[in-house]
Structure formats: C-alpha cells, structure tokens
C-alpha cells in the first residue's frame, strides 16, 4: 500500500493478557516510530527505530512494553501483563531518512485502538 | 521539561469564518515548529512547519509564524470550509533529537 499500515485497527482484550500490534511502514521508509496517544491527549512518544536498532526508546513507559523490527521494515509492539492504563491508540510513523523527526516530516498509519477490560 | 501548550477544543465555526487556534511552547533548545491535522477517519499528517524564528509556514490556506519572543505558533486561516473539520495538533522537536513533542490537540467544527 502507498501508506503506513497498522493491525489490527482494533484490539480488545483483558487484563493481564499478552498483545501484539503491527506496523508495516511506507516502503523504503528507514526509520519508524511508535507513539502513544490516549484519549484527549496528543501522542506520547515511545520508541525509534532507524533500520532494525532501536535508536531511542526513551519513551517507552515500563519492561512491560518491547518493540522490535528484526528486518529494517515491520515492527511489532507487544504489551505484556497488560492493564486497564495500556488502553490508547498506539500510532506508528515512517520516514525516509533516519532523523528525519526533526524536520517534522513522518508519515502516520491510522492507529490500533487498544482497549484493556 | 519541553512541552506544547495549545487552546482547547472544540472549536466551532461557521463557513467562511476566520480561524485563530493558538499555540505555545517550552523548550530547553531552539525548536522547530509544526502543526499536524487528523481528519476524520485518517492517519495524523504533516500541514505546516517553521524551522526558525520569523519563519512562516503555510499551506491549505493556513498560517503560522514562529515567535520567538512570545514563544508562540499560533495557527490561522482567513476563510474555513467545512472540509477543515478535523483535530489539530501542535508540535515542536529539538535540534538533534528525533522525537516530535505534541500538544493535546484542539478539535475544530465549521458548520455549513
């Protein structure tokens, strides 16, 4: 597809449960971001990759949360243990050339709503 | 800490309306200023940015200079459209650093 692709748009599941959310990005697109984006807040940065290293993971919130992109293209963020606080739509972004955060021009998927019963 | 503050939503205009969403920031550094848009239905996407102080950015008809002495990126348009209905986010990165800060969005209504 022509844009950043996130699965599944909507995810529910109960406390203490194990997730998986998936971004495939814009092809060619090096770096890739995961936000987080609770309800009526902006997004909340969580980790960086530029190709298949994670470049900043600063934001991620606890060792419940992992990410990884073993290939330099899909990433995938798992949740562990998940809690009632996890739920949020988790937004991933690509850009074309690694740092290229800091000229604004990331490209967003549509976001997976997580929600934690 | 740096951070975006921006006026809360929503905001409902009637068509054809100017449009003032303000926007202000701190920062440790010199940022770079942006504002994204969220329609309906859409991922967040890129509108406008300013790299430096007195820069103005546009596009869509919309408009926002980087103020430095009133640390501000106020965004504007002169006549909305109903199409403009959407979130509106403000955002700012440091110089060397590779992750875009957000504000909490404002939401705007125009009513035909």
């Known amino acids: 597809g022509a844009g950043v692709s996130q699965t599944p748009s909507n995810k529910v599941t109960e406390k203490g449960k194990y997730v998986e959310l998936r971004c495939d990005p814009i092809?060619?697109?090096?770096?890739l971001y995961w936000y987080r984006q609770s309800l009526g807040q902006g997004p909340e940065f969580l980790i960086y990759f530029q190709g298949t290293g994670a470049a900043d993971d600063s934001g991620l919130p606890n060792d419940r949360f992992f990410a990884v992109r073993p290939e330099g293209s899909v990433s995938t963020l798992k949740i562990q243990r998940t809690e009632r606080g996890d739920s949020a739509v988790y937004l991933c972004a690509s850009s074309l050339i690694p740092g290229q955060g800091n000229t604004g021009e990331l490209f967003f998927g549509e976001g997976s709503r997580l929600t934690v019963l | 800490g740096d951070s975006v503050t921006q006026m809360e939503g929503p905001v409902t205009l009637s068509e054809e309306a100017f449009l003032t969403i303000n926007c202000t920031y701190t920062a440790t550094g010199y940022p770079s200023l942006f504002w994204y848009v969220q329609y309906p239905g859409e991922g967040l996407q890129l509108l406008l940015k300013a790299t430096k102080a007195d820069d103005k950015g546009s596009n869509k008809g919309f408009e926002a200079t980087y103020r430095k002495e009133t640390t501000s990126f106020h965004l504007e348009k002169g006549s909305v459209q109903v199409s403009d209905s959407a979130v509106y986010f403000c955002?700012?990165?440091?110089?060397?650093?590779?992750?875009?800060?957000f504000g909490k969005g404002t939401r705007l209504h125009i009513l035909p």
């Open positions: 092809s060619g697109h090096t770096a």
């Open positions: 955002a700012l990165t440091l110089m060397g650093d590779d992750k875009i800060i």
